[in-house]
């Protein structure tokens, strides 16, 4: 290639000058260090190994090339620059070599304090290449242990940021090593110890050879580009090594694009970063630009983002055939208001996913699938801008949308078309209630054969989902009875795994077995003890009924709290007790996910739960009373609730294609169709009242009681405001039922 010079190398001591001198920066459009601590030791125990660790790109720059590409120094050099060369391909290599050897008073990136590095010299001298390195986070403790020659030598530690001053600095070092145990041998009178220390010494010669050997013959390659090569054809090179190694990332990419148009993205991220870090995933700043071309385009794979440049010219398909180029934003000023908005419905997205009572995702490790984030972001954001007639029917579309694409792990792979598609269906969706997406009926139809007690584990999409489903629940603290500091829950064993790991098997890991339970709380309930004492505990020390309140915040029943109260617990017990759970968990998706129950208080569960007994008991009476019989059902039915229960049937036959019209026949089947007020007009319809009256007695303590009940029902179930008098009614009506209902 022209202007491109043969392969070179540099032997490591010549680099370490290099780097100290400051030779070696860093171009904005380079991701940043992304590096773990762990990263850095391997490439160092490569270097020690004498491995190969690869070939750097460097380009000879200049006054105008360093300041046109805004260049940096690399992560922790502090002393005066001197720039030569900057770094197109080895950036992560050049700084963990310099973090280790020159250890930097700054933090480690992305981490609160420092990192050490540390050779063990017996272990490097005994060939040991597993274990003769090591770091450790700079603590008061260590750096201490760093002002304290003694230390380092009595324990044959070498801090690799001694190298930092090459052959000599490294040198002093060693010297004071040899001199340390040649002084401890010649004071010693006991023959053994004067024999290890003596051996001591010989091993700071054969230290320093060591050292020596790797500052003067281990050597890293690098191919140099001419100065006068034109910065976007080293661009272009740049992405082509990328893309043959680790993929450049479509944000770095979209950084270089941007720079000749003033937009520097890198900066407009850490801007954002802060407010957007609830998630922990180092593709947050792609998601703003998805974001941005979903609401641009719909599609947000990488081909689609490159036309987000100012400017960039689109060639679409027109309903005639012919073709069309547009463009999708006009300017800067228009690209840093759709960044803006992008970060806003990011920011939102991920409030509304840590709300304890909308999605229960109150930690990042609870997210299910951050790779939902976008769509999520993009449809609410949608909805903002549009601002449709019906926001509440879209909103509920909008959550049934995504509990359904987390419990059949929709987001797990082609992420990009996926949300497109999304985006897309619930668009119609919002407008035509027939054009339900098809992951909706997957979801209803498939998610009792989830396995919740074998696959699964921790941290996967479903066992988060769960945890967050039994936050919206509201599971309360097992010690003060009251909602807990969300921020203090983490998910911790119902059956102690100290004890019951043996018996329980790999369940005993699994989401039946965990709930939300602050820390505090684990320690003292339950402190490895078997749930027959600390229930048992809990019963002793507060109501009954107080205590199985609680549990069944965390969806554990009444049943399951029994079993777990047997003394002994068997691995019979535990199998019962996950598969009494399992019931409850899916009860709870059905109502609460899939019916919609929501947002029902605590304190209204309960009673939610009574008044659905009597709308069975009501259903049961009505049936038996006038009979099962289609016929009995068409003559003593009024009318006008037969052709309201018409059209319901014939919805829920357009959702299920296996069901015919033959299931809905019997009167039995078609009831489940009624609401509260179709069961009070079918019972004192004239036509049936006779049949009635005898269980009812009085008509218009009926009516009454129906209005009660309804109205407590109705604010309950669709989240509405329940004064105390409506309560205090609509209790007063289900003691009522019960007792005209036995």
């Known amino acids: 290639m022209k202007n491109v010079e043969k392969a070179d190398r540099v032997h490591l001591g010549s680099l370490i000058d290099s780097l100290k001198k400051g030779h070696y920066v860093i171009p904005d459009f380079q991701r940043d260090f992304e590096w773990a601590p762990w990263d850095v030791l391997e490439l160092i125990r490569s270097i020690f190994m004498d491995y190969y660790i690869g070939t750097l790109l460097l380009w000879k720059g200049n006054k105008e090339n360093f300041k046109m590409l805004s260049c ?254 547009i463009i999708l934003i006009e300017d800067v000023e228009e690209f840093n208001e759709r960044w803006h908005q992008s970060v806003k419905a990011l920011r939102k997205a991920i409030e509304s996913l840590k709300n304890p009572r909308d999605f229960g995702a109150i930690k990042s490790a609870f997210v299910p699938y951050p790779s939902i984030i976008p769509a999520f972001a993009s449809i609410k954001e949608f909805v903002t801008e549009t601002k449709p007639t019906n926001t509440l029917d879209v909103n509920r579309k909008i959550r049934k949308w995504y509990w359904a694409s987390i419990f059949t792990n929709r987001y797990s792979s082609s992420v990009e078309s996926t949300t497109a598609k999304d985006f897309m269906s619930l668009k119609k969706w919002f407008k035509d209630d027939e054009a339900v997406p098809d992951m909706i009926e997957e979801f209803i139809n498939g998610f009792k054969y989830i396995d919740l007690r074998n696959d699964n584990p921790k941290g996967s999409a479903i066992y988060n989902a769960i945890f967050n489903l039994l936050v919206i629940n509201e599971a309360r603290d097992w010690s003060s009875f009251e909602l807990p500091e969300y921020s203090e829950l983490d998910d911790h064993h119902i059956v102690p795994y100290s004890i019951f790991k043996e018996e329980g098997g790999k369940a005993i890991n699994s989401i039946l077995n965990r709930t939300p339970i602050s820390d505090s709380t684990n320690r003292h309930i339950i402190r490895n003890r078997m749930p027959h004492d600390y229930i048992q505990e809990m019963f002793d020390n507060n109501e009954a009924n107080q205590v199985y309140q609680v549990f069944e915040s965390h969806l554990i029943s009444r049943q399951a709290v029994s079993i777990l109260l047997k003394k002994p617990f068997t691995k019979a017990d535990f199998d019962e007790f996950l598969e009494e759970r399992k019931r409850t968990i899916f009860e709870a998706i059905q109502t609460q996910l899939i019916d919609e129950k929501i947002n029902i208080p605590a304190h209204l569960k309960h009673l939610d739960a009574e008044i659905e007994e009597i709308e069975y008991a009501i259903r049961d009476i009505i049936v038996s009373t006038i009979g099962q019989d289609i016929n009995e059902y068409k003559e003593c039915v009024p009318q006008h609730i037969q052709a309201k229960v018409q059209i319901r049937v014939d919805s829920d036959l357009k959702k299920k294609p296996t069901a015919t019209p033959e299931d809905y026949k019997d009167f039995s089947k078609r009831i489940e169709f009624f609401d509260l007020r179709e069961y009070q007009d079918t019972i004192v319809s004239k036509h049936n009242w006779g049949k009635f009256s005898s269980i009812f007695s009085d008509k218009n303590s009926l009516e009454v009681r129906f209005n009660q009940l309804g109205t407590l029902r109705n604010g309950i179930r669709h989240s509405r405001s329940i004064s105390e008098i409506e309560q205090m009614d609509g209790e007063v009506a289900i003691k009522w039922f019960k007792t005209v209902l036995k």
Not at 149 to 156: I, V
Request: charge should be negative.
């Open 72 to 325: 940096e120094p690399i992560y922790g050099f502090k002393d005066s620059l001197d720039a030569q060369h900057i770094v197109l391909d080895g950036q992560q290599r050049l700084t963990a070599i310099h973090y280790a050897f020159f250890a930097p008073d700054v933090p480690f990136p992305k981490r609160s304090k420092g990192v050490l590095y540390l050779i063990d010299i017996r272990a490097l001298l005994d060939e040991d290449y597993e274990n003769f390195i090591r770091y450790e986070f700079l603590t008061n403790k260590n750096k201490r242990f760093l002002k304290d020659k003694s230390a380092q030598f009595e324990s044959h530690t070498f801090p690799l940021g001694e190298m930092k001053g090459g052959s000599w600095g490294t040198s002093d070092w060693i010297k004071g090593y040899r001199d340390y145990w040649q002084d401890k041998a010649e004071a010693t009178e006991d023959e053994k110890d004067k024999e290890t220390f003596q051996s001591y010494t010989e091993g700071a010669k054969q230290f320093r050879s060591i050292i020596e050997e790797l500052l003067n013959e281990f050597h890293i390659s690098y191919i140099e580009l001419d100065h006068e090569i034109e910065v976007a054809k080293v661009c272009d090179i740049f992405t082509q090594i990328n893309s043959k190694g680790v993929r450049l990332d479509i944000f770095d990419l979209l950084n270089a694009m941007l720079r000749p148009k003033d937009v520097f993205l890198k900066q407009m991220w850490r801007d954002a970063e802060e407010q957007l870090d609830f998630t922990d995933t180092k593709k947050m700043k792609t998601y703003i630009l998805q974001v941005m071309s979903v609401l641009e385009q719909a599609y947000c794979s990488s081909k689609y983002l490159y036309y987000l440049v100012p400017e960039s010219k689109k060639t679409i398909r027109k309903p005639d055939g012919s073709k069309e180029q």
